[in-house]
Protein backbone atom coordinates (compact mmCIF):
# COMPACT_ATOMS: atom_id res chain seq x y z
CA UNK A 1 0.00 0.00 0.00
CA UNK A 2 1.26 3.48 -0.25
CA UNK A 3 1.32 6.03 2.48
CA UNK A 4 0.61 9.79 2.54
CA UNK A 5 2.44 12.11 3.99
CA UNK A 6 1.10 15.65 5.31
CA UNK A 7 2.31 18.59 4.14
CA UNK A 8 3.19 20.80 6.09
CA UNK A 9 4.58 18.36 8.94
CA UNK A 10 1.78 17.97 11.96
CA UNK A 11 2.63 20.86 14.50
CA UNK A 12 1.87 18.02 17.61
CA UNK A 13 4.29 14.78 18.30
CA UNK A 14 2.48 11.83 16.79
CA UNK A 15 3.98 9.00 19.01
CA UNK A 16 2.25 9.90 22.89
CA UNK A 17 -1.36 9.45 21.09
CA UNK A 18 -2.52 6.29 22.72
CA UNK A 19 -2.29 8.34 26.37
CA UNK A 20 -4.38 11.10 24.94
CA UNK A 21 -8.22 11.67 25.76
CA UNK A 22 -11.06 10.98 23.19
CA UNK A 23 -11.69 14.79 22.29
CA UNK A 24 -7.88 15.43 21.54
CA UNK A 25 -7.94 12.74 19.72
CA UNK A 26 -10.79 13.63 17.52
CA UNK A 27 -9.66 17.49 17.64
CA UNK A 28 -6.08 16.39 15.96
CA UNK A 29 -8.10 13.78 13.49
CA UNK A 30 -10.90 17.06 12.41
CA UNK A 31 -7.88 18.75 11.93
CA UNK A 32 -6.68 16.50 9.63
CA UNK A 33 -9.81 15.73 7.87
CA UNK A 34 -10.22 19.84 7.55
CA UNK A 35 -6.54 20.26 5.84
CA UNK A 36 -7.45 17.64 3.35
CA UNK A 37 -11.62 18.12 2.75
CA UNK A 38 -13.10 16.09 0.23
CA UNK A 39 -9.68 14.37 -0.44
CA UNK A 40 -9.67 11.82 2.80
CA UNK A 41 -12.22 9.68 3.19
CA UNK A 42 -12.13 7.90 6.25
CA UNK A 43 -13.97 4.43 6.07
CA UNK A 44 -15.23 2.48 9.33
CA UNK A 45 -16.01 -1.27 9.25
CA UNK A 46 -18.84 -2.08 10.95
CA UNK A 47 -16.90 -3.64 14.01
CA UNK A 48 -15.31 -0.27 15.25
CA UNK A 49 -16.14 1.06 18.33
CA UNK A 50 -18.34 3.64 18.48
CA UNK A 51 -15.51 6.64 18.98
CA UNK A 52 -14.28 5.43 15.38
CA UNK A 53 -17.70 5.09 13.88
CA UNK A 54 -18.62 8.68 15.28
CA UNK A 55 -15.16 9.78 12.98
CA UNK A 56 -15.70 7.89 9.72
CA UNK A 57 -17.23 9.48 6.54
CA UNK A 58 -18.60 6.41 5.70
CA UNK A 59 -19.54 3.21 7.42
CA UNK A 60 -20.27 -0.47 6.19
CA UNK A 61 -18.66 -4.19 5.78
CA UNK A 62 -15.27 -4.35 3.90
CA UNK A 63 -16.10 -4.88 0.42
CA UNK A 64 -18.97 -2.42 0.43
CA UNK A 65 -16.17 0.76 1.87
CA UNK A 66 -13.56 -0.23 -0.80
CA UNK A 67 -16.43 0.37 -3.49
CA UNK A 68 -17.34 3.98 -2.02
CA UNK A 69 -13.96 4.48 -1.72
CA UNK A 70 -12.80 3.65 -5.36
CA UNK A 71 -15.84 5.10 -6.80
CA UNK A 72 -15.34 9.09 -5.22
CA UNK A 73 -14.11 11.04 -8.18
CA UNK A 74 -12.53 13.34 -4.97
CA UNK A 75 -11.15 10.84 -3.10
CA UNK A 76 -7.26 11.07 -3.11
CA UNK A 77 -6.45 9.50 0.56
CA UNK A 78 -8.23 6.84 2.02
CA UNK A 79 -8.10 6.39 5.97
CA UNK A 80 -9.28 2.53 6.30
CA UNK A 81 -10.38 2.13 10.53
CA UNK A 82 -10.11 -2.03 9.63
CA UNK A 83 -7.76 -4.99 9.47
CA UNK A 84 -4.74 -5.18 6.81
CA UNK A 85 -6.85 -7.17 4.28
CA UNK A 86 -9.77 -4.94 4.06
CA UNK A 87 -6.80 -1.71 3.39
CA UNK A 88 -5.46 -4.19 0.76
CA UNK A 89 -9.35 -4.60 -1.09
CA UNK A 90 -9.48 -0.43 -0.85
CA UNK A 91 -5.75 -0.59 -2.51
CA UNK A 92 -6.78 -2.87 -5.25
CA UNK A 93 -9.88 -0.92 -6.28
CA UNK A 94 -9.24 2.49 -5.94
CA UNK A 95 -5.92 2.34 -8.05
CA UNK A 96 -7.05 -0.42 -10.52
CA UNK A 97 -6.27 -0.08 -14.08
CA UNK A 98 -9.54 2.04 -15.50
CA UNK A 99 -9.20 4.35 -12.29
CA UNK A 100 -5.95 5.34 -12.40
CA UNK A 101 -6.33 5.99 -16.08
CA UNK A 102 -9.25 8.25 -14.90
CA UNK A 103 -6.71 10.24 -12.52
CA UNK A 104 -4.32 10.65 -15.39
CA UNK A 105 -2.09 8.75 -12.95
CA UNK A 106 -2.40 9.26 -9.62
CA UNK A 107 -2.86 6.68 -7.20
CA UNK A 108 -4.80 7.04 -3.77
CA UNK A 109 -2.77 6.64 -1.01
CA UNK A 110 -4.16 4.26 1.20
CA UNK A 111 -3.82 4.06 5.08
CA UNK A 112 -4.05 1.40 7.75
CA UNK A 113 -4.21 3.41 10.85
CA UNK A 114 -2.44 0.27 12.69
CA UNK A 115 -0.41 -1.72 10.59
CA UNK A 116 -0.59 -4.54 13.32
CA UNK A 117 -4.46 -4.75 12.73
CA UNK A 118 -4.96 -8.38 11.78
CA UNK A 119 -7.76 -10.90 11.02
CA UNK A 120 -6.59 -14.15 13.03
CA UNK A 121 -9.00 -15.92 9.24
CA UNK A 122 -6.59 -13.74 6.87
CA UNK A 123 -3.76 -15.24 8.82
CA UNK A 124 -4.56 -18.64 8.23
CA UNK A 125 -3.49 -19.22 5.14
CA UNK A 126 -0.44 -17.85 3.44
CA UNK A 127 0.57 -17.76 -0.08
CA UNK A 128 3.31 -19.78 0.38
CA UNK A 129 0.66 -22.84 1.91
CA UNK A 130 -1.46 -22.08 -0.69
CA UNK A 131 0.93 -22.62 -3.33
CA UNK A 132 2.16 -25.79 -1.45
CA UNK A 133 -0.94 -27.60 -1.82
CA UNK A 134 -1.55 -26.52 -5.02
CA UNK A 135 1.22 -27.98 -6.21
CA UNK A 136 0.46 -31.36 -4.22
CA UNK A 137 -3.36 -31.14 -5.42
CA UNK A 138 -1.41 -31.57 -9.19
CA UNK A 139 -0.13 -34.89 -7.83
CA UNK A 140 -3.35 -36.15 -7.31
CA UNK A 141 -5.79 -34.44 -9.17
CA UNK A 142 -5.90 -32.92 -12.52
CA UNK A 143 -5.76 -29.42 -11.17
CA UNK A 144 -6.95 -28.11 -15.13
CA UNK A 145 -10.43 -28.88 -13.83
CA UNK A 146 -10.12 -27.06 -9.98
CA UNK A 147 -11.14 -23.54 -9.27
CA UNK A 148 -9.61 -21.53 -6.70
CA UNK A 149 -12.04 -19.19 -4.62
CA UNK A 150 -11.04 -16.60 -1.97
CA UNK A 151 -13.16 -15.50 0.67
CA UNK A 152 -12.59 -11.97 0.47
CA UNK A 153 -11.22 -12.12 4.02
CA UNK A 154 -7.90 -12.93 2.70
CA UNK A 155 -4.03 -11.09 1.55
CA UNK A 156 -4.25 -9.26 -1.62
CA UNK A 157 -1.67 -12.14 -2.37
CA UNK A 158 -4.31 -15.11 -2.34
CA UNK A 159 -6.73 -12.63 -4.79
CA UNK A 160 -3.67 -12.63 -6.86
CA UNK A 161 -3.46 -16.30 -6.97
CA UNK A 162 -6.69 -17.25 -7.72
CA UNK A 163 -6.40 -14.53 -10.79
CA UNK A 164 -3.59 -15.95 -12.15
CA UNK A 165 -5.84 -19.18 -11.82
CA UNK A 166 -8.80 -18.56 -13.22
CA UNK A 167 -10.34 -18.53 -9.82
CA UNK A 168 -12.21 -15.54 -8.47
CA UNK A 169 -13.28 -13.64 -4.88
CA UNK A 170 -16.44 -14.06 -3.43
CA UNK A 171 -18.06 -11.94 -0.31
CA UNK A 172 -20.47 -13.79 2.34
CA UNK A 173 -23.24 -12.58 0.48
CA UNK A 174 -22.48 -13.63 -2.65
CA UNK A 175 -19.93 -17.43 -2.14
CA UNK A 176 -22.88 -19.68 -3.53
CA UNK A 177 -22.93 -17.36 -6.82
CA UNK A 178 -19.19 -17.44 -7.39
CA UNK A 179 -19.19 -21.71 -6.19
CA UNK A 180 -21.83 -21.79 -9.04
CA UNK A 181 -19.79 -19.71 -11.48
CA UNK A 182 -17.02 -21.94 -10.70
CA UNK A 183 -18.72 -25.14 -11.19
CA UNK A 184 -20.13 -24.16 -14.55
CA UNK A 185 -16.02 -23.90 -15.27
CA UNK A 186 -14.79 -27.06 -13.74
CA UNK A 187 -15.04 -30.10 -11.53
CA UNK A 188 -14.06 -29.13 -8.21
CA UNK A 189 -13.42 -25.99 -6.26
CA UNK A 190 -11.22 -25.25 -3.47
CA UNK A 191 -12.02 -22.73 -1.43
CA UNK A 192 -10.03 -21.07 1.41
CA UNK A 193 -9.29 -19.67 3.75
CA UNK A 194 -12.58 -19.74 6.18
CA UNK A 195 -14.03 -23.89 5.56
CA UNK A 196 -16.96 -22.73 7.80
CA UNK A 197 -18.29 -20.08 4.72
CA UNK A 198 -17.12 -22.64 2.15
CA UNK A 199 -19.09 -25.67 3.84
CA UNK A 200 -22.57 -23.99 5.05
CA UNK A 201 -22.80 -22.38 1.28
CA UNK A 202 -21.99 -25.62 -0.12
CA UNK A 203 -24.22 -27.91 1.82
CA UNK A 204 -27.28 -25.19 0.70
CA UNK A 205 -26.08 -26.41 -3.22
CA UNK A 206 -26.73 -30.20 -2.22
CA UNK A 207 -23.05 -31.06 -2.04
CA UNK A 208 -22.09 -33.10 0.97
CA UNK A 209 -19.72 -33.63 3.72
CA UNK A 210 -17.95 -36.82 2.38
CA UNK A 211 -17.06 -34.42 -0.88
CA UNK A 212 -16.10 -31.65 0.93
CA UNK A 213 -12.52 -32.59 2.35
CA UNK A 214 -10.49 -29.91 4.54
CA UNK A 215 -6.90 -29.20 3.55
CA UNK A 216 -4.64 -28.71 6.62
CA UNK A 217 -1.70 -26.54 5.75
CA UNK A 218 0.19 -28.12 8.71
CA UNK A 219 -0.48 -31.82 7.54
CA UNK A 220 2.55 -33.97 6.74
CA UNK A 221 1.37 -34.72 3.06
CA UNK A 222 -2.08 -33.83 1.20
CA UNK A 223 -3.42 -31.93 3.88
CA UNK A 224 -3.97 -34.96 6.01
CA UNK A 225 -6.08 -36.62 3.19
CA UNK A 226 -5.95 -39.67 1.39
CA UNK A 227 -5.77 -39.53 -2.59
CA UNK A 228 -9.22 -41.10 -2.71
CA UNK A 229 -10.72 -38.57 -0.68
CA UNK A 230 -9.56 -35.95 -2.89
CA UNK A 231 -10.42 -37.85 -5.86
CA UNK A 232 -13.90 -38.00 -4.77
CA UNK A 233 -13.95 -34.30 -3.81
CA UNK A 234 -16.12 -31.32 -5.01
CA UNK A 235 -15.08 -28.82 -2.94
CA UNK A 236 -11.59 -28.52 -1.15
CA UNK A 237 -11.47 -26.62 1.68
CA UNK A 238 -9.24 -25.04 3.62
CA UNK A 239 -8.91 -25.60 7.16
CA UNK A 240 -9.33 -21.69 8.50
CA UNK A 241 -11.53 -19.85 10.77
CA UNK A 242 -12.70 -16.85 11.78
CA UNK A 243 -11.45 -16.63 15.72
CA UNK A 244 -14.60 -15.18 16.68
CA UNK A 245 -16.98 -16.85 15.27
CA UNK A 246 -15.51 -20.00 15.96
CA UNK A 247 -16.75 -19.51 19.36
CA UNK A 248 -20.30 -19.49 19.07
CA UNK A 249 -21.63 -23.01 19.90
CA UNK A 250 -25.32 -24.78 19.28
CA UNK A 251 -25.51 -24.71 23.28
CA UNK A 252 -25.65 -20.75 22.91
CA UNK A 253 -28.87 -21.09 20.56
CA UNK A 254 -30.66 -23.36 22.75
CA UNK A 255 -29.73 -21.68 26.17
CA UNK A 256 -31.10 -18.20 23.89
CA UNK A 257 -34.15 -19.91 22.91
CA UNK A 258 -35.43 -21.02 26.54
CA UNK A 259 -34.23 -18.10 27.49
CA UNK A 260 -36.58 -15.79 25.29
CA UNK A 261 -39.25 -17.92 23.48
CA UNK A 262 -40.21 -16.76 20.08
CA UNK A 263 -36.44 -15.04 19.49
CA UNK A 264 -35.17 -14.83 15.92
CA UNK A 265 -31.21 -16.45 16.23
CA UNK A 266 -29.41 -14.16 13.04
CA UNK A 267 -26.19 -15.67 12.17
CA UNK A 268 -23.66 -14.99 9.98
CA UNK A 269 -22.27 -18.12 7.47
CA UNK A 270 -18.63 -17.48 9.13
CA UNK A 271 -19.85 -19.94 12.15
CA UNK A 272 -19.79 -23.18 12.42
CA UNK A 273 -22.50 -25.74 10.73
CA UNK A 274 -23.55 -26.80 13.78
CA UNK A 275 -24.97 -23.11 14.61
CA UNK A 276 -25.90 -21.93 11.42
CA UNK A 277 -28.02 -24.88 10.71
CA UNK A 278 -30.04 -24.04 13.92
CA UNK A 279 -30.89 -20.27 13.09
CA UNK A 280 -33.99 -18.51 11.85
CA UNK A 281 -31.89 -16.28 9.51
CA UNK A 282 -28.36 -16.42 7.80
CA UNK A 283 -25.96 -13.61 6.27
CA UNK A 284 -23.59 -10.93 5.68
CA UNK A 285 -23.44 -8.31 8.00
CA UNK A 286 -25.15 -5.81 5.69
CA UNK A 287 -27.86 -8.37 5.05
CA UNK A 288 -27.90 -8.65 9.28
CA UNK A 289 -28.12 -5.23 10.11
CA UNK A 290 -31.20 -4.89 7.51
CA UNK A 291 -33.01 -7.72 9.14
CA UNK A 292 -32.40 -6.22 12.24
Known amino acids: MSVATL?????????????????VLAARIQAVRDQFGPRLLVLGHHYQQDEVIALADVTGDSYGLSQHAAESRECRVIAFCGVHFMAETADILANRPEKLAERGGERVAVILPDMAAGCSMADMAAIHQ??????????????????????????????????RHGGIVCTSSNAAAAIKWAFARTRRVMFFPDQHLGRNTALGMGITLDQMPVWDPYADELGGNTEDTLERSKVILWKGHCSVHQMFRPEHVRQMRERYPGIKILVHPECPREVFEQADESGSTGKIIKTV
Do not use: C, H, M, R
Open 7 to 23: SPPPAFELQPYKALEND
Open 130 to 163: IEDAWDQLGQVIDIDDLTPVTYINSAASLKAFVG
